[in-house]
């Protein structure tokens, strides 16, 4: 099992920046396909980041976001550029098979940090 501790969030204006980082302990974070995603006020949860052997993002996300992972800290971050209000959700951590992440199941979720784009 993996527990997932996500910090780094907040009030940002709009074409702010913020970074998110998740804190994995238990395993390692290299031994799972770990991901993020997000979920608005009266909205699905949705993907928005991942990273295995390779990172896929959302088309929503490209180009302003990046996922990437500290070994050596068993740590995941998903540095978010350019955000825009659109962007305000409550951000999750998870952890599963590559399979669990693209189906939207990973089998461990963290709290979730809010982030709020000001316009």
């Known amino acids: 099992q993996v527990q997932l501790v996500e910090s780094g969030g907040g009030l940002v204006r709009a074409g702010g920046s913020l970074r998110l980082s998740c804190a994995a302990s238990g395993r390692t974070v290299s031994s799972y396909t770990m991901a993020w995603f997000r979920q608005a006020p009266g909205t699905e949860r949705e993907f928005v980041a991942s990273i295995s052997w390779t990172t896929s993002y959302a088309d929503s996300v490209k180009g302003r976001f990046t996922i990437f992972r500290d070994n050596a800290k068993n740590t995941v971050y998903l540095q978010m550029n350019s955000l825009k209000p659109e962007d305000t959700a409550v951000y999750y951590c998870?952890?599963?098979?590559?399979?669990?992440?693209?189906?939207?199941?990973?089998?461990?979720w963290g709290q979730g940090t809010q982030v709020t784009v000001s316009s």
């Open positions: 998870a952890a599963g098979t590559y399979i669990e992440v693209q189906t939207g199941t990973p089998s461990y």
